[in-house]
């Protein structure tokens, strides 16, 4: 199986800081053969099911905000949140889905 | 709009079954694989497996082998998940998911279904 890997698993964060989270993977999800990149971001907030945010590495879902992006290829991902919202305050998973699915561990957004 | 909606939640004890159901509305229950899901109380996110609505194709994880079983039924648009011989580390809440294409991102999730095994 694929072992994704975030990184923090917690992090302190102030309103209006820039926050990036790493996802690393055990080996590439990169497919060669349409060169996209099978991972996918999820923000949960408790009680809630996960959202989907970002998918194929970089392409924001329908409706999420631009402050929202995501970056990497191969086996590191970077999720960003350009200036940090008080609703989003939750738990971010990355998912692989290029052999069966796997998610990350998580990493949670604590407010500082 | 796209809706998943599960049963409600179970207590079983050790070594039972539970089965637990995922009634699709709101898009071609047949054109979208459905996942499942499961989440312990304070962790993180664990992939079960997935089905294909159409074909009743099924692809399990490792870990679940020989004790899940995802089935539907077309004419009701509903996925069932069925997991035996359970023990109190199944204690969790089970999502189903809409997945687009097979097996890659998650479109949309069920509410989530408690299912707690303790004697």
């Known amino acids: 199986d694929i072992v994704l890997t975030q990184s923090p698993d917690s992090l302190p964060v102030s309103l209006g800081e820039r926050v990036t989270i790493s996802c690393k993977s055990s080996r590439s999800v990169l497919s060669t053969s349409n060169n996209r990149n099978y991972l996918a971001w999820y923000q949960q907030k408790p009680g809630q099911p996960p959202r989907l945010l970002i998918y194929?590495?970089?392409t924001r879902e329908s409706g999420v905000p631009d402050r929202f992006s995501g970056s990497g290829s191969g086996t590191d991902f970077t999720l960003t949140i350009s200036s940090l919202k008080a609703e989003d305050v939750a738990v971010y998973y990355c998912q692989q889905y290029y052999s069966t699915i796997t998610f990350g561990q998580g990493t949670r957004l604590e407010i500082e | 709009q796209v809706q998943l909606v599960q049963s409600g939640a179970e207590v079983k004890r050790p070594g039972a079954s539970v089965k637990v159901s995922c009634k699709a509305s709101g898009y071609s229950f047949t054109s979208f694989a459905i996942n499942w899901v499961r989440q312990a109380a304070g962790q993180g996110l664990e992939w079960m497996g997935w089905m294909n609505p159409n074909t009743g194709d099924t692809g399990y994880a490792q870990k679940f082998q020989g004790r899940i079983t995802m089935t539907r039924n077309t004419s009701t648009s509903t996925a069932f998940m069925e997991l035996v011989s359970l023990k109190s580390e199944d204690t969790a809440l089970y999502y189903c998911a809409r997945v687009y294409h097979g097996g890659s991102w998650v479109l949309d999730w069920g509410q989530g279904t408690l299912v707690t095994v303790s004697s």
């Open positions: 194929r590495a970089s």
